[in-house]
């Protein structure tokens, strides 16, 4: 195998003379050149594996190197040398192409750490190695024909070969995990972590501890020293889902690692490297919240170098059928069953025209209550219960309701909690959503029946109409004892 190549452009001698020598230490040769115009030459006249750009030079920038490579040499990676603190510059060069970008002054480890990935990537692209052949089989997790989920799909491949951070934008319940965790996956860093967190189940005061890890000693029950989120996804990916639920003192620090590549656990003197990409998520309007002071600008702009959005199932009816089949073989999985249930005509029907507010997470949901209460091994529309969908008045375009409804638990009534205090059965009430609606007026006929019937649950389910079985069901998803 020939000496792998790499074309450093910088028109300070010191950062030609580092990187030189650094690379040439991970038996890499280096073309080092000074000037847009000997750059350009240089690309025109040999191959290289890995390319490497100062932001300002003599007679032109670094940017018109990057958008050159992008444009003519698109197997080549490229990286930025930023100076320190320049996030614009390092946003900028990512969306127009970039691997990756290094600050000065350059981090020895943080530099051999982003060549050995590169390096990769560019030998995949080499070999020919597409993005959903290098794992085979995660991209059948992503359900779906519909041409909305082929753009998805082709959009996750081209972000896998890249560093830039993503901003996945989608309502609850669409897949945003998994279409982070197949960037992941299908990418150079696929051998590393993929650490996914959800940043509002973090409480505040133990944010900070979470994220960047603390020193043994450094607050009251600090017995040991822990390692933060950062840490652990060294390597690999972090993926920030609910990142809207960060709390602004937590974004100043977020920003600050995403920016230096670094983090300080409380307690410690001195900051530590870390190699991590960052994906992140919200269910929620991020430019919105920009806009009202809830989200800072700043993080929002590194954050969102590219933003990938995920549709709701309403706008993909035509993958329903699909997903649905792969549910039901999940669940006879699951409860090792001989064969999956089978959804009847009408039941297909039902689901097609259903507007999903809970997306593929309600599908799911829906389909298990299905599974547990249908007698056999065929759903019938009646067995999926789907609640009715409220009128609709004037010019509301449809999936309003599905927006309507967007906070209220996914999945029916399946994960309803009992309210403080019942609604008349008559009308909902304006304080409650459809789902808990539902789940009271089911948890007191449950209870009516099981009263009459002195807790004989067999006798309880006969006066209810359904199987034993599905009483079963429906008392443990109400919490009912």
């Not at 299905?370 to 009128?391: N, W």
Request: hydrophobic fraction near 40%; include cysteine; proline fraction near 5%.
């Amino acid at each position: 195998m020939s000496q792998q190549t790499v074309l450093v452009i910088d028109d300070e001698r010191d950062i030609r003379e580092l990187l030189t020598i650094t690379l040439g230490r991970m038996d890499l040769k280096v073309d080092a050149v000074g000037t847009v115009a000997e750059a350009r030459r240089a690309l025109a006249d040999h191959h290289y594996d890995l390319c490497f750009t100062d932001m300002r030079l003599p007679d032109g920038s670094g940017q018109e190197i990057i958008e050159l490579i992008a444009a003519e040499y698109d197997e080549t990676p490229v990286a930025m040398i930023t100076a320190y603190g320049n996030v614009d510059a390092a946003v900028t060069a990512l969306k127009a192409g970039a691997f990756d970008f290094v600050s000065k002054p350059v981090d020895i480890q943080m530099l051999r750490r982003l060549v050995r990935t590169a390096l990769k990537l560019a030998e995949e692209k080499r070999n020919g190695v597409t993005a959903s052949s290098a794992t085979p089989g995660s991209g059948d997790r992503l359900i779906g024909d519909s041409t909305v989920m082929q753009q998805v799909r082709n959009t996750i491949g081209k972000l896998a070969r890249n560093q830039a951070p993503v901003y996945i934008a989608g309502e609850s319940g669409v897949g945003k995990e998994l279409v982070a965790r197949l960037i992941h996956e299908q990418g150079p860093r696929a051998t590393g972590p993929f650490i996914p967190v959800n940043c509002g189940a973090i409480p505040s005061e133990l944010m900070e501890s979470e994220f960047f890890g603390h020193r043994k000693g450094s607050f009251t029950g600090a017995v040991a020293d822990k390692e933060g989120l950062f840490q652990a996804a060294h390597g690999g990916t972090l993926f920030l889902d609910e990142v809207a639920e960060l709390p602004l003192h937590m974004q100043v620090k977020l920003l600050r690692a995403i920016q230096e590549k670094a983090v300080r656990p409380i307690g410690a003197r001195e900051e530590i490297a870390v190699d991590v990409r960052i994906l992140s998520a919200t269910h929620k309007n991020l430019a919105a919240l920009v806009d009202q002071g809830q989200f800072r600008q700043d993080l929002f702009y590194r954050i969102n170098v590219i933003e990938l959005r995920v549709p709701p199932l309403r706008e993909r009816r035509g993958d329903v059928p699909l997903l649905a089949d792969f549910v039901l073989r999940q669940l006879a999985t699951k409860s090792r069953s001989d064969a999956p249930a089978r959804l009847l005509p009408e039941a297909k029907q039902a689901l097609e025209d259903y507007d999903f507010p809970g997306n593929v997470r309600e599908l799911e949901n829906i389909l298990e209550r299905a599974v547990a209460m249908c007698d056999g091994d065929r759903i019938d529309a009646s067995d999926l219960m789907l609640p009715q969908r409220p009128q609709r008045h004037g010019a509301e375009q449809p999936g309003a309701a599905g927006h309507a409804a967007h906070h209220a638990p996914a999945g029916g009534f399946a994960h309803a909690h009992p309210p403080t205090a019942p609604a008349p059965a008559s009308t909902p009430s304006s304080e409650l959503g459809l789902d808990d609606y539902i789940s009271n007026l089911e948890r007191t006929a449950i209870m009516k029946a099981l009263e009459e019937s002195r807790y004989n649950k067999t006798a309880a389910a006969r006066k209810l109409g359904i199987t034993f079985r599905a009483l079963r069901y429906k008392l443990k998803k109400l919490g009912i004892d």
